[in-house]
């Protein structure tokens, strides 16, 4: 962008300055484009079938560890709040997902929203196949919740 000024002389006793600008006056502004908007829609169903997946494979540990625990019944109803919690969260999951692109650009609006999500989710899923780990799958569970809610 160039700037011109020159002095021009309006009577005999006053001068003023004009200044003239070439080129593009304004930035242009930056539009999103219909690629990038496909795969922000793309990932955030990506995510939820991701975390769709990460809830089956909870519910699916904690099934096993009710019925390693049938005999104590305390530990066998906490696990079953804790199976309760899940499905609910899954169910809500299920919905997004069968609702279709309006409801995903809802929850995953942007590339950020993918990138924090996603490696909770694939976290929660390989907490929740190996022995031991469940409280830490549950645990990051809760924290995909927290996202959620902040999305």
């Known amino acids: 962008m160039d700037v011109q000024f020159r002095q021009t002389t309006r009577s005999s006793d006053t001068k003023s300055v004009i200044a003239s600008m070439s080129g593009n006056k304004r930035p242009a502004l930056g539009r999103v484009s219909k690629p990038a908007v496909e795969r922000d829609v793309a990932d955030a169903m990506m995510t939820l079938r991701a975390l769709a ?7 699916d540990s904690l099934l096993d560890q009710i019925h390693d625990h049938a005999d104590n019944l305390k530990t066998a109803q906490a696990l079953s709040r804790h199976l309760d919690w899940v499905g609910a969260r899954a169910q809500l999951v299920d919905s997004f997902i069968k609702a279709g692109d309006c409801a995903l650009s809802y929850i995953c609006t942007s ?14 899923a390989h907490n929740a196949t190996m022995p031991g780990r469940l409280p830490v799958a549950l645990f990051l569970m809760e924290k995909i919740d927290e996202e959620l809610r902040l999305v």
């Open 53 to 59: 997946q990460a809830y089956e494979q909870v519910a």
């Open 111 to 124: 590339q950020d929203a993918h990138d924090r999500l996603m490696p909770l989710v694939q976290l929660t």
